[in-house]
């Protein structure tokens, strides 16, 4: 570390006066902290690596003490890198300020075929540690076997499920499949169905893999129950929170079946539960649909989720998480990142694929097309719409994905790039066309009536679903009109049966 470096991260320090995720304050003033492998092993299992800073005081608001000896800090740091597995040589730089002496520790990180680094004499499971803000916690032993499944290149999509019932298995689709598989490659074409199925990964030694049984079972989770998408969506903007009536959950499903149908399945529920926008041009009478969210960036993301999660014997327990809150919609896909993937890299350097099987069924079967081009696709759909970049997170063990939409409530005003959820007043002349009115809201907005009077009426405890089930489906074809349409979110905002 250069002297400007350090100048610069003692001033970082003073004015965030707290750690961070690649940085650790040790006062070191009396001697050496005792525990210092734990932050080793954890900043050596990020892809950052870190920095630990000797002789600065947090429990003193981080003001400057000095260490003790610099000398002696230095050798007992090497020591602590030697008693890693593999051993850790960090980077020691010494600075002065006046009488005092500071020591800085920069971290590598190890590659993800040598992690986890852990201290030897605790062991693999006891010894390794992962950074989570600014504190060194224990790996869980998933967290620990995913690195030994990187390692080992274990192919969990492939793995035999002895007691499958052959009359479980959908014999057609997996012909159809093979078929496809075959067309145009005569050396496939030439196997009997025993060898052809085992170089596809669809048996092993004549027993069912895995990948068979999320493919081609009617009925998958009668062997992995947990193998499902959890899909809800929720009346607030974070989890626990709860609608006006009390209601936890607007609507909530389990989704099983095959990974195709899981994810149609999947597709149909965030259709359900998001607002489409639509606009009619006065000039043409054309129609235009405007999602809540991108049909494809929404699909995309379901299709990575299914394909590119962790099937390991550690993660079949955990389902995907798909959930749709008032400001954002989050996709969590068991088992992180894959290899040296980083969430930096996403969409610009081609990954290691974990489920290879399966991805090459899905691209056969024309579900993905497996050019790599996921990410990018999702980025442009979220562009063109008008809406904020896409957020992907890597959380311990989970890979996030977050759509945000543009409100959480209606706007005063509807940019151009973004029509809401409430559609414009039809053109004069045009015809009302009929619409389900199973609430009776047209003959109650037979005089116009604000949004607090309609929810009343319809006496559901949660307004939102209340509003987006029984009001907007009926403002969007144009059968109720707004009487301020240029201001969607005024509060003397009334809504009015049109004519």
């Not at 002297?3 to 003073?14: A, I």
């Not at 903007?237 to 006006?244: L, N, P, R, S, Y």
Request: charged share 30%; aromatic share 8%; hydrophobic share 35%.
């Amino acid at each position: 570390m250069l002297e400007e470096e350090f100048c610069k991260l003692m001033e970082r320090v003073r004015r965030l006066r707290c750690e961070t995720q690649t940085l650790e304050v040790k006062a070191a003033r009396t001697g050496c902290p005792e525990r210092l492998y734990d932050t080793f092993s954890a900043f050596a299992n990020q892809t950052e690596g870190g920095v630990i800073l000797f002789g600065v005081d947090e429990t003193q608001g981080f003001r400057k003490v000095g260490v003790y000896d610099a000398q002696a800090l230095q050798k007992r740091l090497m020591e602590v890198g030697e008693e890693m597995t593999p051993a850790i040589r960090p980077q020691l730089t010494v600075f002065e300020e006046g009488e005092m002496r500071f020591v800085t520790a920069e971290i590598p990180p190890v590659g993800p075929e040598d992690r986890p680094c852990f201290k030897t004499a605790k062991g693999r499971l006891k010894g390794a540690y992962v950074r989570v803000g600014d504190a060194d916690k224990p790996m869980t032993e998933y967290e620990v076997y995913r690195y030994e499944a990187y390692r080992r290149q274990l192919r969990e999509d492939v793995r035999p499920v002895p007691g499958v019932p052959d009359v479980t298995v959908n014999h057609e689709a997996e012909e159809a499949y093979a078929r496809l598989r075959q067309k145009d490659r005569p050396n496939l074409a030439a196997l009997a169905p025993e060898a052809l199925y085992e170089l596809l990964g669809l048996r092993h030694e004549g027993v069912p893999t895995l990948a068979d049984v999320m493919l081609f079972n009617i009925y998958p989770q009668g062997f992995f129950p947990q193998l499902t998408i959890l899909a809800t969506c929720l009346p607030g903007v974070e989890d626990g929170e709860v609608g006006a009536g009390g209601e936890r959950f607007i609507d909530s499903r389990r989704l099983e079946g095959t990974l195709t149908e899981q994810l149609e399945a999947a597709m149909t529920f965030v259709e359900r539960n998001t607002r489409t926008a639509i606009r009619i041009d006065p000039k043409t009478g054309r129609r235009d649909d405007f999602p809540e969210y991108p049909t494809a960036a929404v699909r995309e993301a379901l299709v990575n989720a299914l394909l590119h999660r962790d099937y390991g014997r550690y993660a079949v327990g955990m389902p995907i998480l798909l959930k749709l809150f008032r400001d954002r919609l989050e996709i969590h896909s068991p088992g992180g990142l894959y290899g040296r993937l980083t969430v930096d890299a996403l969409g610009i350097s081609r990954p290691v694929t974990r489920n290879e099987t399966l991805v090459t069924a899905l691209e056969t079967l024309g579900i993905t097309e497996n050019r790599y081009s996921g990410i990018p696709t999702i980025r442009r759909a979220m562009r063109e719409a008008g809406l904020p970049e896409p957020e992907f997170q890597e959380r311990r063990g989970d890979f996030v994905v977050t759509f945000r939409n543009r409100f959480a409530d209606p706007p005063a005003e509807i940019p151009e790039t973004m029509p809401w959820m409430l559609s414009e007043a039809p053109a004069v002349g045009t015809a009302v066309p009929r619409v389900e009115d199973e609430r009776g809201l047209l003959a109650f907005c037979e005089t116009p009536r604000s949004r607090s009077e309609i929810m009343a009426f319809l006496g559901i405890p949660s307004a939102r679903y209340a509003l987006r089930r029984y009001l907007y489906p009926l403002v969007e074809a144009g059968a109720i009109r707004l009487t301020l349409p240029d201001k969607p979110g005024s509060p003397n905002q009334r809504y009015v049966r049109a004519r």
